[in-house]
Structures are given as structure tokens and as C-alpha cells.
């Protein structure tokens, strides 16, 4: 279904880490809602050095910088709804909590990305603590992998998360976890298994009452960074164009399964997706 962009686009406060190759982070979110008729607001919660095939080091920006920014843009123009990626530090966690707190009437969408504190002075445990106190109680969708749903349910022997474009099979605790974290508050959950085996990818929309939706794609073979970052700022775009959930996440990974099929690899390491490859004149061709 083809988003119909008013006169003035939607504003979507994004708050995530500065990824130089804009393969994932607050860069991939920018282009992203951009390119699905949103105007983007970034606030950049943490710097990360990076190429196409590794983190070479991150850096979590201070919480009192955050706040300034987040409130003095949230005073001038009205948000539709908010993105959060990778929040830097435990302190930045509990002041992004306390900024959403005063907008609890507004999509939030959350891709935690914890795979990015084993690079900064922060343990991914105590983040995933915090984020299960503070932020997934005003949690609108989580987008996460099994093994990053594990961490936030605060299930031990969870191993490590690439992030939420996916994870390597299933964990027989998940079950588990999804309660536990809809317990949180979390209102729906979209489970990804991007990097699981298999011939197709299927992602899992879950709620308290249960499964909502699953949709299943094509496994592509090529490699991608920032696909689940993609997922959840098209879902956060979705949401600000007025789509209840449901169908915010299928327009959201139709148009993450076109970024991926159109992906291009700048670089030495994996490829990117392409968020404006209908700009480049490419269309729907491989539905």
C-alpha cells in the first residue's frame, strides 16, 4: 500500500549512534524515514568508527548534550513519532526514559542494538537491564533478534546478538522471554530471524494476546549491515503516516526486502541496503 505523503511530512525523532558509512545507526535511520516521507530529527546518542567490515571503537555522547537537543527540537516541532537505536550508556538510557515520559501518547519504536556496547566502556548486561526498567515499559514495538530478547528479558546464557537484523537459530527460552518482556509494558514485539538458516526469513509479530502476523521472505544470500536498523525506521515511519501496527510492519519490510534486493557494497566488507533504490529507478520488480 503506497504512503500518500502530506504537505507537511511527519516528524520522527530518531535517537541512535553515528555510524560513519551510514550503513546502520541514526544515518540509516535519517535515510530511511526520508525516503519514506518522514522528516527526520536526529539526535545522536553515541560516535562509533566503523567500516563495512568491523567496529573499531564507540564512544557514548554525554546524557546533559542528549536532553538539550531532544528537548529543544521537541519544543519548536511536533513529533509524530520516535526511533530509538543504540543508546550509548546506562546514563543516556535513563535520560532518553524520562524525555519519552512526557509524550507516552506517541509510537515509540525500539532496536536496541546491544551488540554495540561490547565496544564502549558500557556492559551490554547493564544495558539491557536498564532498557528493560526504563524503556520498554513505553515501548510501543520492540525490533529484536532472539538472542538481544533474552538479554532484555534478563535470561541468563542468552548468547550474544549480532543485532536485530537476526540470530542464529532458535533459543529454547524464547517463549520465555517474549512474556517476560511484554510483561514489561512492551505493547508488541516484532521477532527477527534475519540471520538465522533456512531458505526464508520469517519475522513474528507478537502481542499479549499472541501472534498477530508472521511473514515470511526469501533468505537472500548476500550479507547486510543495518538491515534490522532499516525494519524499525520504516516501522517508525509507518506509524507516523497513521498505519496501525500490524500493517505498519508489513509496509515496513516490504520496504526493507526492496532496500536489501537492491543493496550495493561500497566497500571491502558487507553490503548496504538501499534506501532510495526507487530514486535510482529500480522498481517493485522482484516481489
Same mark, same amino acid.
Given at each position: 500500500?503506497?504512503?500518500? @505523503?502530506? &504537505?507537511?511530512?511527519?516528524?520522527?525523532?530518531?535517537?541512535?549512534?553515528?555510524?560513519?558509512?551510514?550503513?546502520?545507526?541514526? !544515518?540509516?535511520?535519517?535515510?530511511?524515514?526520508?525516503?519514506?516521507?518522514?522528516?527526520?530529527?536526529?539526535?545522536?546518542?553515541?560516535? @562509533?568508527?566503523? +567500516?563495512?567490515?568491523?567496529?573499531?571503537?564507540?564512544?557514548? /555522547?554525554?546524557?546533559? !548534550?542528549?536532553?538539550?537537543?531532544?528537548?529543544?527540537?521537541? $519544543?519548536?516541532?511536533? !513529533?509524530?513519532?520516535?526511533?530509538?537505536?543504540?543508546?550509548?550508556?546506562? $546514563?543516556?538510557?535513563?535520560?532518553?526514559?524520562?524525555?519519552?515520559?512526557?509524550?507516552?501518547?506517541?509510537? %515509540?519504536?525500539? $532496536?536496541? *542494538?546491544?551488540?554495540?556496547?561490547? +565496544?564502549?566502556? $558500557?556492559?551490554? &548486561?547493564?544495558? *539491557?537491564?536498564?532498557?528493560?526498567?526504563?524503556?520498554?515499559?513505553?515501548?510501543? %514495538?520492540?525490533?529484536?533478534?532472539?538472542? &538481544?530478547?533474552?538479554?532484555?528479558?534478563?535470561?541468563?546464557?542468552?548468547?550474544?546478538? +549480532?543485532?536485530?537484523?537476526?540470530?542464529?537459530? +532458535?533459543?529454547?527460552?524464547?517463549?520465555?522471554?517474549?512474556?517476560?518482556? %511484554?510483561?514489561?509494558?512492551?505493547? =508488541? @514485539?516484532?521477532?527477527?530471524?534475519?540471520?538465522?538458516?533456512?531458505? /526464508?526469513?520469517?519475522?513474528?509479530?507478537?502481542? /499479549?494476546?499472541?501472534?498477530?502476523?508472521?511473514?515470511?521472505?526469501?533468505?537472500?544470500?548476500?550479507?547486510?549491515?543495518?538491515?534490522?536498523?532499516?525494519?524499525?525506521?520504516?516501522?517508525?515511519?509507518?506509524?507516523?503516516?497513521?498505519?496501525?501496527?500490524?500493517?505498519?510492519?508489513?509496509?515496513?519490510?516490504? =520496504?526493507?526486502?526492496?532496500?536489501?534486493?537492491?543493496?550495493?557494497?561500497?566497500?571491502?566488507?558487507?553490503?548496504?541496503?538501499?534506501? =532510495? =533504490?526507487?530514486?535510482?529507478?529500480?522498481? *517493485? &520488480?522482484?516481489?
Amino acid at each position: 500500500m503506497p504512503i500518500e @505523503i502530506p &504537505e507537511m511530512p511527519p516528524a520522527v525523532l530518531c535517537l541512535g549512534a553515528g555510524d560513519v558509512t551510514a550503513g546502520g545507526g541514526i !544515518v540509516a535511520d535519517v535515510l530511511t524515514l526520508s525516503s519514506m516521507g518522514c522528516h527526520p530529527l536526529a539526535v545522536q546518542t553515541a560516535a @562509533i568508527a566503523r +567500516d563495512t567490515r568491523a567496529v573499531e571503537e564507540a564512544w557514548a /555522547q554525554s546524557p546533559e !548534550v542528549i536532553v538539550a537537543q531532544a528537548r529543544a527540537v521537541l $519544543e519548536d516541532i511536533p !513529533v509524530a513519532a520516535f526511533k530509538l537505536g543504540f543508546a550509548g550508556s546506562v $546514563e543516556n538510557i535513563a535520560a532518553i526514559a524520562e524525555i519519552l515520559s512526557d509524550y507516552p501518547e506517541l509510537p %515509540l519504536v525500539v $532496536e536496541p *542494538a546491544l551488540y554495540s556496547a561490547n +565496544d564502549t566502556a $558500557e556492559g551490554g &548486561e547493564e544495558m *539491557a537491564s536498564a532498557l528493560a526498567d526504563l524503556i520498554l515499559p513505553q515501548t510501543t %514495538l520492540l525490533v529484536v533478534g532472539r538472542h &538481544e530478547l533474552c538479554r532484555l528479558a534478563g535470561m541468563t546464557g542468552a548468547a550474544e546478538d +549480532d543485532g536485530a537484523d537476526g540470530d542464529e537459530g +532458535d533459543e529454547p527460552g524464547v517463549d520465555d522471554a517474549l512474556e517476560r518482556v %511484554l510483561s514489561c509494558g512492551t505493547e =508488541f @514485539i516484532l521477532l527477527t530471524d534475519g540471520a538465522a538458516h533456512g531458505p /526464508q526469513v520469517v519475522n513474528t509479530l507478537v502481542a /499479549q494476546d499472541g501472534v498477530l502476523r508472521t511473514d515470511a521472505w526469501p533468505r537472500l544470500a548476500e550479507r547486510y549491515l543495518g538491515a534490522g536498523t532499516t525494519l524499525a525506521a520504516a516501522v517508525a515511519a509507518a506509524l507516523a503516516h497513521g498505519m496501525a501496527v500490524a500493517e505498519a510492519v508489513r509496509e515496513a519490510q516490504e =520496504f526493507t526486502q526492496q532496500t536489501l534486493r537492491h543493496a550495493y557494497r561500497p566497500g571491502m566488507g558487507v553490503a548496504l541496503p538501499d534506501r =532510495f =533504490f526507487w530514486a535510482r529507478g529500480k522498481g *517493485a &520488480e522482484d516481489e
